[in-house]
């Protein structure tokens, strides 16, 4: 499916870099750029960067890279077509249809996102509108815990029916192929065959967002209290991984981002309770204990975490667990600790919004609340600085270890040189792996890369370049294949912005290579000089290459003189060969 080259251009110059990526990430702005912390890689300082004027990002650590088109791609995991699609959506632009054909071009994510929203659809109407007993019972169920229609259309709630087919039934009229619901974990497949039903009966949904807003999967609480399991959510598929999302986020990163701060809680009747109060900075993570992707994802909105579990000791174990996820994704934890075995749930409701914002001014630093635990299970004092320690070791910056350090010691009357020692016997942890991949074997490094830095860089020095030197017998297939486009506008006089190569080679390696090399910081004082550097090294690397040339001719020469000795003629070759090489090298001739 080819999307025309004009439309793309549309879209692209109807979008803008630093709006999109501020979905996903908080960026703050220095200089001509913008930082943040990586959405691709655990990163605990800001190395990726968003370039408004050029419109392409570019992260320091990992080397990923591109414009707008590449980045939803990568936070989206989508191929270029639906990063274009799902643009022109958000700008308005309409596209050609896809056409039957077509249709089996579009990946399984983007399939299952689609058939994800659709029934998000279908069970949010159910509620809504739906006049049977158990669209009755969910609406009393919702309305007895005060779910009102704000909330939920604010989290797109739906309900199930308590039947073993509405959602076939539903997929039948809306020409939606059973088979993705399956995938998606909405049917499950029948003992006969080609017999699906539905997994979600007699359930209130909770539709899961990703930062895109779209719908990836469902958490589904009971009606029916004898029903086995309270809660049962989506199976992991393409779009899903079980760990990596928190409910709630989409909903409320904006908030998040301008307070800079966010309450974690559990569960998802904790995270309404709590945003219906007004406490519009919540997320859940889902149900499980605290992932370290989830941290890193929390973190990058806000380094300010506040921890709201349930009051009891599960609850309490809880938080301390989340205290060392959340410290080692490089996040600020505090924990805001309920009186009784009260939940956030039944807090809220009792004493209303305003009460979590106060508790909140009290939280609990890491180390008061684990002295908290120890006085409350009777531990001696020294043991918790044992256990604090451990958590030290977590924290990535030395000042802020030190600083860690002198609270324990301020709050236990430990020495701080004792906590110190006690620091360098306990063994660092693995760190958090990075997600290394061929990236880091490609380009090659050398001459011949550093000269096509420069000219896609440089589109005034293309002529000056090329009229001395063309692409030839280029080993590396990806360089060869940049420095041929390159080559050919040139040739056919039709240089164009560098920019626009990105949309030429919108799979990576080669887009990243080229968001790297227009993003190599270039003395922006002083443009002239600048260009004269890159000038310098573009002909200090042709003169390598054609050294390089020389040599091996060089080194072939000397195979033949080997095999014919008396050969006056191949050594009088050769000795000019090695006099021009040498020359090369010392005075830079033959340019
Ligand atoms: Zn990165």
Sequence with gaps: MRIPEDKIEDV?????????????????????????????????????????ARQIFRCFGCGRGGNVFGFVMEVERISFVEAVRMLAERAGIELPAVSASER???????????????????????LMESQSPGAIEARRYLAERGYGKTVIEHFLLGYAPDSWDSLVQFAKQAGLAPSILTQAGLLKEGKEKNRPYDAFRHRVMFPIRNLAGRVIAFGGRRLREEEEAKYINSPETAVYRKGRELFGLWEARQDI?????????????????????????TVASLGTALTEQQARLLKRFTDKVFILYDGDNAGLSA???????????????????????????????????????????????PVDFQLHLAKRNQVPPADAARELVNT????????????????????????????????????????????????????????????TRV????????????EKWSPQNIADAKLAELLNVLYEEWQSNAIKEPEKLLDRFPDSPLREFLAGCLYET?????????????????LDCLRGLEADGLRVEIAELKQKLVASPNEPQLLRELQNLMRREKNLRIHGQDI
């Design 12 to 52: 692209r110059a109807a979008t803008d870099i630093l709006s999109v990526v501020q979905g996903y990430v908080a960026l703050k702005r220095r200089g001509q750029n913008y930082f943040g912390l990586c959405p691709f890689h655990s990163d605990t300082a800001p190395s990726f960067a968003v370039n408004p």
């Design 104 to 126: 089996d071009t579009v990946s399984e994510s983007e399939e299952l996102v689609r058939a994800n929203g659709m029934a998000r659809d279908f069970f949010h109407k159910q």
């Design 257 to 281: 981002r301008t307070r800079d701060e966010a309450i974690l809680v559990e569960g998802y009747t904790d995270c309404l309770s709590l945003v219906m109060a007004g406490v519009t900075i």
């Design 319 to 365: 938080a301390r667990r989340a205290i060392d996820v959340l410290i080692a994704a490089g996040a600020k934890p505090r924990v805001i600790v309920l009186p009784g075995t009260e939940d956030p749930d039944s807090f809220v409701r009792k004493n209303g919004g305003d009460a979590i914002w106060q508790l909140r001014e009290t939280a609990f630093s």
């Design 392 to 451: 030290a070791v977590l924290i990535a910056s030395p000042v802020e270890q030190d600083i860690f350090l002198r609270e324990i010691s301020a709050r236990t009357a430990v020495s701080a040189d004792a906590l110190r020692r006690e620091l360098s016997r306990v063994r660092v942890p693995g760190q958090i792996p990075e997600e290394k991949s061929a990236r880091t074997t490609w380009p090659p490094k050398g001459t011949l890369t550093a000269l």
């Design 455 to 466: 000219l896609v860089r440089r589109t005034d020095l293309r002529p000056v370049i090329f």
């Design 522 to 538: 270039e003395d922006e004082e002083d443009e002239e000089r600048g260009l004269e550097i890159d000038r310098r090294t573009a």
